[in-house]
Nanobody
Framework: VQLQASGGGLAQAGDSLRLSCAAS????????RGWFRQAPGKEREFVAG????????YYGDSAKGRFTISRDNAKNTVYLQMNSLKPEDTAVYYC???????????????WGKGTEVTVSS
């Protein structure tokens, strides 16, 4: 099972970035997929999640109205479109997969290596 996140980088406040997370191995399209982030000195927090069909989505408070999660099951890939970026969005972003959709970090079974996002003011 491998999850590979990409798309991070440097941005200025107000910019947009799109993160991608490609899955391989025993990850199936029936898995829920999620995005989390961890800023320096802080705990990992839930950003957004989507069930296998895409019919149910959850967002963390920091993402509501600015970020959009989507998925392409044919490609086993999930995306996080981040608009109106703020310096406080600076963090390492991780993608995750599990059978069930949850806002709780500890409930996700599979994790990818993160991709770093830095937003300057």
């Amino acid at each position: 099972v491998q999850l590979q996140a990409s798309g991070g980088g440097l941005a200025q406040a107000g910019d947009s970035l799109r993160l991608s997370c490609a899955a391989s191995g025993r990850i199936f399209s029936s898995n829920a997929r999620g995005w989390f982030r961890q800023a320096p000195g802080k705990e990992r927090e839930f950003v957004a999640g989507m069930n296998w069909s895409g019919g149910v989505t959850y967002y963390g408070d920091s993402a509501k109205g600015r970020f959009t999660i989507s998925r392409d099951n044919a490609k086993n890939t999930v995306y996080l479109q981040m608009n109106s970026l703020k310096p406080e969005d600076t963090a390492v972003y991780y993608c995750a997969a599990d059978e069930y959709l949850s806002r709780e970090t500890q409930r996700w079974q599979y994790w990818g290596k993160g991709t770093e996002v830095t937003v300057s003011s």
